[in-house]
Nanobody, 122 residues
Framework: QVQLVESGGGLVQAGGSLRLSCAASGRTFSSYAMGWFRQAPGKEREFVAAINWSGAGTYYSDSVKGRFTISRDNAKNTVYLQMNSLKPEDTAVYYC???????????????WGQGTQVTVSS
């Protein structure tokens, strides 16, 4: 069982930056692939980024590639999402997720956090 708690969301102007964190409980964090997803009002949840257990493999949606960076610190049981050059269309609730095995670009994850709101004003 893994519990995930996101933090770092907030209100930012377009062009600004935020760093989201996701703290995981448990002693086997390093064995999980981690992902970030987001859901805007009235839209389906969508994949944002994923990272494999070691951090050597990272994956991004086309909409955030070049602007967002996913990373992890296994010693701190934490995964991060650095978001730069934010746009109003990035406004959403952001969720982190964990799964056993390889990262997935779909929502086939076993554990989910409660989400953190990111609002980008124009």
């Amino acid at each position: 069982q893994v519990q995930l708690v996101e933090s770092g969301g907030g209100l930012v102007q377009a062009g600004g930056s935020l760093r989201l964190s996701c703290a995981a409980s448990g002693r086997t964090f390093s064995s999980y692939a981690m992902g970030w997803f987001r859901q805007a009002p009235g839209k389906e949840r969508e994949f944002v980024a994923a990272i494999n257990w070691s951090g050597a493999g990272t994956y991004y949606s086309d909409s955030v590639k070049g602007r967002f960076t996913i990373s992890r610190d296994n010693a701190k049981n934490t995964v991060y999402l650095q978001m730069n050059s934010l746009k109003p269309e990035d406004t959403a609730v952001y969720y982190c997720a964990a799964r056993v095995g390889v990262p997935k670009l779909s929502d086939l994850y076993h554990y989910w956090g409660q989400g953190t709101q990111v609002t980008v004003s124009s």
